[in-house]
Structure formats: C-alpha cells, structure tokens
C-alpha cells in the first residue's frame, strides 16, 4: 500500500479483501479454530455464513450449494504481479535506476570476506553492496561461495481466462480450499492457479498437468469465462523448509539474501526489500527478522 501510494502505479488491483471457502462443515469449523491464531497476531479474519459469503460476493451464488462457510480476510488484497512489477520497473527507471535485461550471470566473485562483483554474458558488474535474490537459482550461484541455501524449486501452475460474464464472475480473490484452487479477477482476466510438484528445474507441460485444476475450476465459473481460451503458465517457486524466505546479512561482508520466498514472492516483496534496505543502510529493520534468519549449516 505504501509504494502504491508513493507511486500511483496500477495493477488491476482489488482491495475488498479475500474469502476462503469450505465444501465440508467439518473443515470450516476446524479452519475457524485455527483462525483464532491469526487473529491473537492482530489480523483481520471474519467467519462467514454461507449467505454471508454470496452477499459480500454475489460471484459465487451459482456455486454457493457447495459452501459451508468462509474466512474472509478484509485487509488482504490481491492484483496482477506481472502489471505491478513492469509499471513500478518503468517508474524507477524514469527516476534513474538502470535495469539490465537479457542477461546471464555466470558466478558471483568474492575476496578477502566481500564480493568483488558479478560476471555475467556481457561483462563483469560491481557494485557497493549486493542483494542475492534468485528464486530458485540462489543455491547454484551461491554454493562456491560456502553459502548454502536449503531452498528448493517447486513446479506451480495457473491459467488466465477472458471473463465473459462480469455480472456473474466473482468480484473477490479466494480459495476453494480443499480443491487447492485459488482464483483472482483481474480486470477482464480471471487467473486460477493449483497444484504444486516436486520435480526438478524443468518447466515443460502438457494439458494434462492443467487437467484436474481446469475441471475443478470449470465447475465453479464455467458459466463465466472462457476455458477454450485458456493461457497457461508453468513456474518455479523457491521453497525453503519451514516455508519462510532468507531474509539477512551473508556471511560475506556486502552481501545480502532475500530469496526462499515460494508461491509468496508478490506477496512478500515489499515487506522483505524494506528489510534489506534497513539493513543496508545500517538500521535496524523495522519489521522483525526474527525466524528469517540465515542459518549456516
């Protein structure tokens, strides 16, 4: 919220909160338990009767039989990653800062304790100091400096549809929670993304890894967009263990890590750039690193 409003970049973004829904009793009741942890931390998290849930998303009446209840979350928000990353890179580059696309790091350099600069495909890069934010390519680069990363890629999928029914599209992001299925509305654009795998760095794909989530989705808002003309994307989020980024100083004296971040890049970006800005500077962060930390092995 702060860097939209210092900003004022657009993203299709939606700020009327998410709802996670539940198909069983069962689990809503249990999901509203645990809510009770989230809430003792100071955020926002509301129970929902199933009419509830339609009247705060009249999206979701034709799939309303299949819900037993929600947590809806009004201070989260949700928008198009890909739409806020170029308009804010457009934005900071009218303000001076260089951006080099297209470019392949070879092996980060180190001397006497610090870094001595990047090689990359078109020459060596040095700098004051360095932030390692690779995703899943951190641990490669950063293994022959003796830092070892336990991050790990993890294959996730979405699929973007036209809406052609905005009346009865959802208007809120959420979760179909135990399908797995997330959807977000973005402007004309309804994205949808499931599944997760363990299978290596390679992001080839057939229709058949969409299958599951495109039949699960289908049922839902089948009647408002259109899966025959489905765009499909396959990535790779950088998981950690225990599910949280490396957010700290290297054991290298001008070097930084902000990487780990899984299937919550987006989410956490700001957030974690504060950190290592703070840092950087010689401030104590303002958000507590607690949990974050790198741990050498």
């Known amino acids: 919220q702060k860097t939209v ?3 004022g970049i657009a993203y299709d973004a939606n700020s009327g909160g ?4 539940y198909r069983t009793a069962a689990a809503f009741a249990a ?3 645990k809510s009770q942890m989230l809430r003792a931390q100071g955020i926002a998290i509301e129970t929902r009767s ?6 705060l998303d009249p ?3 034709t799939c309303a039989d299949v819900i037993q209840g929600a947590l809806y979350a009004p201070d989260d928000e949700s928008g198009d990653a890909y739409l806020f990353s170029k308009a804010l890179a457009e934005y900071c580059t009218a303000r001076g800062v260089s951006f080099q696309y297209d470019t392949v790091i070879r092996r980060l350099r180190a001397q006497n304790g610090s870094m001595t600069g990047v090689e990359t495909d078109k020459g060596l890069v040095t700098a004051d100091a360095y932030v390692l934010c690779l995703g899943v390519d951190s641990p490669a680069l950063a293994s ?3 830092i070892k990363l336990p991050i790990y ?3 996730g999928y979405s699929v973007t549809l036209p809406i052609t029914d905005f009346e009865t599209a959802p208007r809120l992001g959420g979760v179909d929670e135990e399908n797995l299925l997330a959807y977000c509305p973005m402007g004309d654009r309804l994205r949808l993304t499931a599944t997760a795998e363990i299978s290596g760095y390679s992001t080839a794909s057939t229709p058949a890894n969409f299958a599951p989530m495109l039949a699960r989705a289908q049922k839902l808002f089948g009647h408002c967009a259109d899966f025959s003309r489905a765009e499909y994307w396959v990535g790779l989020r950088p998981m ?3 599910g949280v980024p490396i957010v700290d100083r290297a054991p290298l004296a001008n070097l930084w890590l902000n990487t780990g971040h899984g299937h919550m890049g987006w989410t956490m970006s700001n957030g974690c750039a504060q950190i290592v800005a703070d840092m950087i500077a010689g401030r104590a962060p303002e958000i507590d690193i607690k949990g974050l930390r790198y741990e050498q092995n």
């Open 59 to 61: 999206g979701l009446a």
């Open 31 to 33: 999901a509203a338990r």
């Open 50 to 55: 199933q009419a509830e849930v339609v009247a």
């Open 18 to 21: 998410l709802i996670y829904f």
């Open 240 to 242: 950690t263990p225990t």
């Open 144 to 146: 022959p400096l003796g």
């Open 5 to 7: 409003a210092e900003t």
């Open 153 to 155: 890629p993890v294959r």
